[in-house]
């Protein structure tokens, strides 16, 4: 059974950092696009941040561009998502996820394992 589980959200102030991680476990996804997306309250999901085994591409959404670095370990089956000068806006619910695709994509609907969340408030 796969499973893609989130961690190491919280509470910060604006301007601080924090950094989450996602392990999946059931099957490799090496070979595969991974990506960051959230939810703020009353708004749709969206993507931020996702990394393609093909080309090691990375890329961003314009509003964390600059902020937000996201990396893999292969080995570990893990992705992290460092986020630095964090903005009130930035408080939604943040999850990880694997798209079946080996391109870069920001669509929700391509990806289909899903963590259930974490958590992350930046307060003012």
Known sequence: QVQVVESGGGLVQAGGSLRLSCAASGRTFSGNTMGWFRR???KEREFVAGL???????????????RFTISRDNAQNTMV???????????????????RYVYSTSRVADYDYWGHGTQVTVSS
């Not at 630095?84 to 798209?99: G, H, M, Q, R, V």
């Open 40 to 42: 703020a309250p009353g």
């Open 52 to 66: 393609s085994w093909i080309g090691a591409n990375l890329y961003y959404s314009d509003s964390v561009k600059g």
């Open 81 to 99: 998502l460092q986020m630095n000068s964090l903005k009130p806006e930035d408080t939604a619910i943040y999850y990880c996820a694997a798209s």
